[in-house]
């Protein structure tokens, strides 16, 4: 099956610092990616629709100046939460649609899970 | 926007015990999926299943597009099948998945 990787697993930071976390679909090419946060024992929320070379859609509430997406390549997209603080701890998941013209399964990253100091 | 509402919230089963998950959603959709969250976090695809019914071992899924909701069928389960159960549902015109409240599963050995 289509395989989606994430980079790093796991990072601790300082506050006011910011984090690159990756998102690549290794065995195919993915139009549109996703990005969620799930905080503890909470469903996935939908932060951004990522297509690739043009600018992400952002979900309400979501600030598009502090996670910065970026899909440059049809397997890469990028999400930067600039200037971190403790309330953006959070676990972060990616995911990738292949679409074809039966299905448009989406496939998930194993996650990022981000603790801000 | 859709609402996706998955039950029980909440499920403690005896290895060897078989279950039922349900998922309701609000509007009509194009697609579903089941995953299955195991406990490092990682989401793992069970099915996508727009309508209709498919088998994968113990597992098996059905949805009535129609009456708008899907049940996911565990059987003879085991301690791995612990984690959380998610449903997530696409609406027409566009490629957003909205994910369900999600069913948190214990399995006892």
């Known amino acids: 099956g289509a395989v989606v990787s994430q980079h790093p697993s796991r990072v601790i930071c300082k506050s006011g610092t910011s984090v690159k976390i990756e998102c690549r679909s290794l065995d195919f090419q993915a139009t549109t990616m996703f990005w969620y946060r799930q905080f503890p024992k909470q469903s996935l929320m939908l932060m951004a629709t990522s297509n690739e070379g043009s600018k992400a859609t952002y979900e309400q509430g979501v600030e598009k100046d502090k996670f910065l997406i970026n899909h440059a390549s049809l397997t890469l997209s990028t999400l930067t939460v600039t200037s971190a603080h403790p309330e953006d701890s959070s676990f972060y998941i990616c995911?990738?649609?292949?679409?074809?013209?039966?299905?448009?399964?989406?496939?998930f990253g194993p996650g990022t899970r981000l603790t801000v100091l | 926007g859709i609402q996706v509402e998955q039950s029980p919230p909440d499920l403690i089963l005896q290895e060897g015990a078989n279950s039922t998950l349900r998922c309701n959603f609000s509007?009509?959709?194009?697609?579903l999926q089941w995953f299955h969250q195991n406990p490092w976090g990682q989401l793992i695809n069970l099915f996508y299943i727009p309508s209709g019914t498919k088998q994968n071992g113990r597992l098996s899924a059905t949805t009535v597009a129609t009456e708008r909701y899907s049940l996911l069928y565990i059987s003879s389960s085991q301690t791995t099948d612990s984690g959380v159960y998610f449903c997530a549902v696409r609406g027409s015109g566009t490629y957003k998945y909205i994910f369900g409240t999600g069913t948190r599963l214990k399995v006892l050995a």
């Open positions: 509007d009509s959709v194009n697609n």
């Open positions: 995911s990738a649609t292949q679409t074809s013209g039966v299905t448009d399964t989406q496939y």
